[in-house]
């Protein structure tokens, strides 16, 4: 039962152009959310996050939004750059623990 | 200031082995989290230590355990080792018990033959 997925495996995008990448979760406990970007032969790195009590933080190029309702979130990089091009993992947890759940990854292609 | 570390990167074992993997957290990081990524079930919690304590654990077989060090070292060891446990293991570690920010390692790679 996966409680946290990305439906989307792959995504591949222009430079300079959105790259919207996509995740669901079915456990309505959770109430952090965190977005991890991981290259090869390396550990996720973190990206940013969220907490339930808000809909949208941004960073830089790196906005995530919730839609509490619809137990749903997306991160959005703008403008995408080719260094982008990695694996992104959304992850979500209980009461910003370290205990995260992990969605299968969305492998992100930024093309030049 | 240095990262994760995590020993060995890579290891073969044979079936009915035990092994046994480490991992230094960065300097004045209190909480190891440990993690495996398959193919199949992607990352997955297995345990955390805070404070030389154990104080969450997944979903996994007793074969699996872990221990901290008062310098917050961390071990895990996998024992009687099945061909489903090659995987990459990722350690992690966090200032706090609640931060969500996790900091991971490179991972040490597990074959299992």
């Known amino acids: 039962d996966q409680q946290v997925k990305q439906n989307s495996p792959s995504l591949s995008v222009q430079e300079g152009r959105i790259s919207i990448l996509n995740c669901d979760y079915t456990?309505?406990?959770?109430?952090?959310f965190l977005w991890y970007k991981k290259y090869p032969a390396e550990g996720p790195t973190f990206l940013i996050s969220?907490?339930?009590?808000?809909d949208k933080n941004e960073d830089g190029r790196f906005t995530v939004f919730l839609n509490k309702s619809a137990k749903h979130l997306s991160l959005h990089i703008v403008p995408s750059q080719p260094g982008d091009s990695a694996v992104y993992f959304c992850?979500?947890?209980?009461?910003?623990?370290?205990?995260?759940?992990f969605g299968g990854g969305t492998r992100l292609m930024v093309k030049p | 200031k240095a990262g994760v570390t995590q020993t060995p990167r890579y290891l073969i074992k044979t079936r009915g082995q035990q092994v046994t993997l480490s991992c230094s957290p960065i300097?004045?990081?209190?909480?190891v989290s440990w993690y495996q990524q398959t193919p199949g079930q992607g990352l997955q919690f297995l345990f955390e230590?805070?404070?030389?304590?154990?104080?969450n654990k997944g979903n996994f077989p007793g074969r699996f355990s872990g221990r901290q060090f008062s310098n917050s070292r961390s071990e895990m060891n996998v024992s009687t080792l099945e061909l489903g446990d090659s995987a990459l293991y990722l350690c992690?570690?966090?200032?706090?018990?609640?931060?969500?920010?996790?900091?991971f390692g490179e991972g040490s790679r597990l074959t299992v033959l």
């Open positions: 300097s004045g990081h209190r909480s």
């Open positions: 992850a979500a947890s209980e009461g910003a623990g370290n205990m995260l759940t």
């Open positions: 456990n309505s406990m959770f109430d952090y």
């Open positions: 230590y805070f404070s030389e304590t154990q104080r």
């Open positions: 969220i907490s339930s009590i808000k």
């Open positions: 992690a570690s966090s200032l706090g018990l609640h931060t969500g920010e996790l900091f």
